[in-house]
């Protein structure tokens, strides 16, 4: 039975540099994967991030409460995340860049090769089959479908478009591992499920539509929508806020203004 498993998004990633990890590193480093909460992953993206920009500005070291004002974190938050990829580190002179650049990379998987088909190539489809951003980071598009015959051969970022009939094939044959689904729902779930039976592990799902795949498979949801509710929740919870903040004679501290109508 499949299980139904949507996850939250998270942000961009960074180059992938390959680093040589021993044979016996490998079992330590699975276990400290596994041991990561969800939450903590999405910073070690962050962090990743900040410390690919400074290290392209020339940093070479850094201390904790420098990279946590530049991520938006607390430090002792930050010194935990750390720790959970085996950094903690030197008393007196912080982190070195290049190197916690290598070790977060490398508990993040991008040490690995990956390649990603796009399905529906929309507006939204098309500007991410466009997006730069993938292959700077590690996440070249190898593949491109569709189910308009307008669109078949037609390069999108120098990538060809190919029918939905072909997915399994073609993601086979290209070894592709991480699916983007920007369809509409109602051909989402079909189209999972040929991602997923082409060999593909991980799809993050555009769609707004809960996908139900093998437990092995890893759903990344980015509702656009729900993220504007969000964001309106926050908006109105500040003018609340504001509101709040008004004095029995109807003027907001520190402005002396009446508040028509209240």
């Not at 499920?193 to 799902?205: A, E, K, M, Y």
């Not at 890893?218 to 504007?228: I, P, Q, T």
């Amino acid at each position: 039975m499949a299980a139904q498993r949507d996850q939250g998004h998270n942000g961009d990633q960074p180059p992938a540099a390959v680093t040589d990890v021993s044979a016996r590193d490998v079992p330590a480093a699975r276990e400290r994967a596994r041991a990561i909460p969800e939450a903590a992953v999405a910073r070690l993206a962050v962090y990743l991030r900040v410390l690919s920009g400074m290290a392209e500005e020339g940093v070479s070291t850094i201390s904790s409460e420098e990279l946590a004002a530049a991520a938006g974190v607390n430090s002792a938050k930050l010194r935990k995340d750390l720790s959970y990829v085996g950094s903690y580190g030197t008393r007196g002179v912080g982190y070195d860049v290049d190197v916690l650049i290598s070790e977060i990379e490398r508990i993040l998987g991008l040490t690995r090769k990956h390649s990603v088909a796009v399905v529906g190539i929309g507006n939204l489809g098309h500007a991410l089959a466009n997006y730069g951003g993938f292959p700077s980071r590690g996440f070249p598009v190898a593949a491109l479908f569709d189910v308009d015959s307008d669109l078949m051969g037609v390069p999108v970022g120098g990538i060809p478009v190919e029918h939905i009939d072909d997915i399994e094939a073609i993601c086979r044959e290209r070894e592709v591992n991480i699916g983007v689904i920007a369809t509409p729902p109602s051909v989402a779930q079909d189209v999972c499920d040929r991602l997923v039976s082409g060999g593909v592990q991980c799809i993050l799902n555009f769609a707004p539509v809960v996908l139900g795949v093998p437990d092995h498979v890893e759903v990344r949801k980015v509702d656009l929508a729900v993220e504007m509710q969000i964001l309106s929740f926050h908006v109105a919870r500040r003018a609340d806020e504001a509101l709040a903040e008004v004095t029995v004679d109807g003027t907001r501290p520190g402005v002396g203004e009446a508040v028509v109508g209240r």
